[in-house]
């Protein structure tokens, strides 16, 4: 049973910082694809960051050089850290797994990965 749980949302003013985390378990972490996408109210879902099993990453134009993608083996945990955040950031923020190979290829299809926890809320103001 694969299980995605997601935490550090919350309300910052623009300009502010945060760091979300995916918990994983119940699944094959070092071999798979990990992603975050997001969903702002009345829009589609967009593929934010995504990392494979070598470490290599891809990022939404949106928010290349601002928003860092990493994972922690040892705590079968991903991280997202979100700097210099903008009003336009907020949304709900989902962590996503798949098994695929060159994922980092297309970070517009993270929306479409096959495992995906609750979200976490992220409102910037």
């Known amino acids: 049973h694969v299980q995605l749980v997601e935490s550090g949302g919350g309300s910052v003013q623009a300009g502010g910082s945060l760091r979300l985390s995916c918990a994983a378990s119940g699944y094959t972490y070092n071999r798979n694809c990990m992603a975050w996408f997001r969903q702002a109210p009345g829009k589609e879902r967009e593929g934010v960051a995504v990392i494979d099993s070598r470490g290599r990453t891809n990022y939404a134009d949106s928010v290349k050089g601002r928003f860092t993608i990493s994972k922690d083996k040892a705590k079968n945990t991903l991280y997202l850290q979100m700097n210099s955040l903008k009003p336009e950031d907020t949304a709900m923020y989902y962590c996503?797994?798949?098994?695929?190979?060159?994922?980092?290829?297309?970070?517009?299809?993270?929306?479409?990965?096959?495992?995906r926890g609750q979200g976490t809320q992220v409102t910037v103001s």
């Open positions: 996503a797994a798949d098994q695929l190979i060159g994922c980092v290829v297309a970070v517009s299809a993270t929306p479409g990965f096959i495992y």
